[in-house]
């Protein structure tokens, strides 16, 4: 439920208490009125009454009776409204927190970039269109000859709410005989500039048998991301390529691919006290 539907339905509940005390008012009266006369009457009685035992004759004044009685009813009035206190303290407590949790998600909206997987492809590249296509972004990951090269396109949607840009840092792998490289050829711009809901794609290439090699592999991407006010941050998912051939399809060429993007994590960067920039890891 909003915070805000929740604030309204307690100032109902506050006005519904307000309009039970007001229907009740004489029982209220009449309750507090024998509260505060009924024990007078009582400890009157019981100093008028001569019983004729020794026994009961009272060891004490009728004040200092009046006195304990009203001691133990501040001490009641007290209890309750410490409860009643510590129930609005509860109250305040919980509300307290929501507005916490809607800060954090205005913060993860608004103000933390994020990008996320949402589509892939793999196909055949001219290496005429590495040179002459600058508007696509092309990064060479792996070995790679003159001739026909293998894509992989991921496609990246802006989750959140604000503009942000989108640069490619790295691929790793468990193995350190298979590394993702950053290479660039006749590229303007390796930059993504993302506007909320906003899609855009990198394109990783290497040699048919380098892109092959890396099926069933673990491959930890690296993205570094800048809100609209400059704030970097450090992206990272871990891709898996279950599936990637040209046998699939009876059509020359064609390739099929299937990946999953999992465990990404976000993380933004700051200086400390010296100056120095650290890295803060945050919950997604």
């Not at 007078?40 to 009728?62: Q, R």
């Not at 809901?197 to 592999?217: C, Q, R, V």
């Not at 941050?233 to 064609?254: A, C, H, M, N, Q």
Request: hydrophobic share 40%; with cysteine; aromatic share 12%.
């Amino acid at each position: 439920m909003p915070l805000k539907d929740k604030i309204v339905k307690w100032v109902k509940k506050v006005k519904e208490v307000f309009e039970i005390l007001k229907k009740h008012k004489k029982t209220i009266i009449l309750t507090a009125l024998i509260c505060f006369v009924v024990p007078l009457l009582i400890i009157h009685c019981l100093f008028k009454w001569y019983s004729g035992f020794e026994f009961l004759v009272a060891e004490w004044t009728a004040g200092e009776l009046l006195g304990y009685v009203g001691t133990m009813l501040s001490f009641v009035g007290t209890v309750i409204l410490g409860i009643l206190a510590l129930q609005a303290s509860q109250k305040a407590n919980k509300l307290s927190e929501k507005v916490i949790e809607l800060e954090k998600d205005r913060y993860r909206l608004e103000l933390r970039p994020f990008v996320l997987v949402s589509n892939w492809k793999a196909y055949e590249i001219e290496n005429e269109q590495l040179v002459n296509d600058p508007n696509e972004k092309y990064i060479q990951i792996g070995e790679y000859k003159p001739g026909k090269a293998l894509g992989l396109e991921i496609e990246l949607t802006n989750t959140s709410e604000s503009c942000i840009t989108v640069e490619y840092g790295r691929g790793k792998t468990e193995k350190k005989e298979i590394s993702w490289g950053k290479v660039a050829v006749n590229q303007e711009n390796l930059k993504m500039t993302l506007a909320p809901g906003d899609k855009d794609t990198f394109i990783f290439y290497a040699s048919p048998e380098f892109m092959t090699g890396l099926i069933s592999h673990r491959v930890t991407i690296e993205l570094y991301l800048e809100n609209r006010f400059s704030k970097r941050y450090k992206e990272t998912f871990v891709l898996i390529i279950t599936s990637l051939s040209d046998k699939v399809s009876r059509i020359p060429g064609k390739w099929h691919c299937n990946l999953f993007a999992q465990e990404y994590t976000i993380g933004r960067f700051e200086k400390d006290k010296n100056g120095d920039t650290i890295y803060i890891s945050e919950e997604l």
